[in-house]
């Protein structure tokens, strides 16, 4: 997937305007206490958005994602129950979330006034659960698959990995291969890591090569997530990684 970065962007900018459209609503009544109360969270609002660029690119439920379409596992086959029980899903759960389950998804969000974006995060989990929260543990689903995969005898390799998600600036949400941008794919160097390879990188789990990119050269990968904040905090790592054999 060519990926387009709007580097561009000026957040200094945006701050600026914002202060200023304030500095003008303060100047009608400076003397107030509550308005020194207000000056100061903004202030602290305006650091936190340095801090965390363009997390409005997420869904609503984008922070907790549970599970989305192309997803697949433990957790998408709970989900799955739900919706069956529910009466938005027809058939059997099988684990994969495919089109049916994100309709389904979307059907229950719509018939709860929920954001429809055929994502299951917390909100939506609730009205299928029947309000009580999800846990993984009370229900004995994993969360990190990828610390239960062996690493058998394949091959370590060191790399530069970065971080991206079908939310950030200029990207879309399907990778070269036509996959969906989701966790569990990175994009890499097809002459160093062939599309089509399981690997293991540690602290994030099992993955595909499925993605390409223009600056994806040599011994770096881009790893993808579900959401753009989770992008934002790997940052750059050096790992070695374990080629799945």
């Known amino acids: 997937m060519k990926r387009e970065r709007d580097e561009g962007r000026s957040i200094d900018m945006q701050i600026r305007k914002l202060l200023l459209a304030v500095r003008d609503f303060m100047g009608l009544g400076k003397q107030h206490q509550e308005h020194r109360r207000f000056r ?39 989900v799955q129950e739900l919706l ?32 429809v974006d055929g994502v299951c995060g917390e909100a ?4 299928l659960s029947g309000g009580v929260p ?27 990995a970065t971080a991206y998600s079908a939310f950030d600036p200029g990207n879309t949400n399907r990778t070269a291969t036509g996959t969906l941008v989701r966790h569990g794919v990175i994009a890499v160097d097809p002459s160093v890591i062939p599309l089509g390879t399981h690997v293991f990188i540690p602290g994030y789990g099992e993955a595909v090569a499925e993605d ?9 990968i881009d790893v993808a997530f579900d959401t753009h904040m989770e992008a934002l905090m790997f940052g750059r790592q050096d790992l070695e990684i374990f080629i799945m054999e």
């Open 124 to 127: 939506t989990y609730r009205v």
């Open 212 to 220: 390409v990119g223009g600056a994806i050269k040599g011994h770096r």
């Open 40 to 78: 100061s969270a903004l202030t602290l609002g305006a650091m936190l958005a340095v801090s965390v660029p363009l997390a409005i690119h997420a869904p609503a439920e984008a922070a907790h994602i549970l599970v989305k379409e192309g997803m697949r596992g433990p957790v998408v086959q709970h």
């Open 84 to 115: 069956i029980k529910g009466g938005y899903l027809d058939g059997a759960a099988d684990g994969v979330a495919g089109p049916l389950t994100r309709a389904a998804i979307e059907e229950c969000q719509q018939a709860h006034s929920l954001v």
């Open 134 to 160: 999800y846990d993984p543990v009370a229900l004995g689903i994993p969360e990190d698959r990828g610390s239960q995969v062996s690493r058998g005898n394949g091959r370590s390799l060191y790399v530069s």
